[in-house]
């Protein structure tokens, strides 16, 4: 059979029915985007190749294994990801159409983040910056005071200020604003976290783990400037350090080549 006789033979209903699947497949992809259970989904697309490879050549008790473990993957998936479920409905009801979106950090806003981030230090004011990028921070976190205001050093010290009713917690960066302040984050649950880093690193930490955010923390103890990315610190960054990864990891024109 010629390649056009098969193509004569493709019906509208399979063309719908392969962009309806498409577009699923594509649709879950951006939601996942971002968070920690892309990285899970991705391991157990692994998994299901590591069963077909095991099917074809052979490989009996690797197949035996994977194939109890597929039977029951339907209820796998709900217990693993009912929390992104339960946000993906939340999200088809408000919006069914996602838009692929990066914050719009731009050189200018970053700035007045590591200068507020460097006095910050110096006063030794503790405090928690939340940077979004690909994931929706507020579903992971317990938000305190909504707000929408432009970024601003002056801003970030305001709330900051040991005498501020917004000091604790954390403020969370959206969209080139503002969102929310005293937001408090989830802690670090990695076993292999030092027990001798604060409440705010671990909370850091843990909002990273979670998300693809960039989050700032300044000790109130030690006066020092520390990132967490991807469930990672990096502790006493310099304020010229500090503006080098910022850019490199959220300006629109650097970030193909830095995704965090």
């Not at 594509?26 to 996942?32: D, N, R």
């Not at 490879?53 to 009996?60: H, K, N, P, T």
């Not at 690797?62 to 473990?69: E, G, K, Y």
């Not at 998936?77 to 731009?106: E, H």
């Amino acid at each position: 059979m010629g390649i056009w006789e098969l193509i004569a033979q493709i019906r509208w209903s399979d063309l719908l029915d392969i962009f309806i699947v498409s577009f699923f497949i594509y649709w879950v992809l951006l939601l996942l985007r971002g968070t920690r259970s892309l990285e899970m989904l991705l391991g157990l697309a692994f998994l299901i190749l590591t069963f077909a490879v095991a099917q074809r050549w052979g490989l009996i008790t690797i197949h035996w294994i994977l194939s109890n473990f597929i039977e029951s993957i339907i209820i796998f998936i709900i217990v693993i990801f009912q929390d992104d479920i339960r946000r993906a409905l939340s999200t088809m009801g408000k919006n069914p159409f996602l838009a692929a979106r990066f914050p719009p950090y731009s050189p200018s806003l970053l700035e007045e983040v590591v200068e507020a981030s460097a006095a910050l230090a110096r006063n030794r004011w503790g405090a928690l910056i939340v940077l979004e990028r690909e994931a929706d921070v507020k579903e992971h976190v317990e938000v305190g005071v909504e707000l929408d205001a432009r970024v601003s050093r002056e801003l970030l010290m305001s709330i900051f200020h040991r005498g501020s009713p917004l000091h604790d917690g954390a403020v969370l960066i959206q969209r080139g604003r503002v969102s929310a302040a005293r937001c408090f984050l989830p802690l670090s649950e990695n076993p292999r976290v030092s027990r001798l880093l604060g409440t705010r690193h671990r909370a850091a930490l843990g909002i990273s783990e979670e998300t693809d955010a960039v989050v700032i923390v300044i000790s109130e103890e030690r006066g020092t400037i520390s990132l967490a990315i991807k469930g990672k610190l990096t502790r006493n960054l310099e304020m010229g350090r500090l503006r080098k990864v910022l850019g490199n990891l959220l300006v629109p024109s650097k970030r193909n080549r830095w995704r965090g």
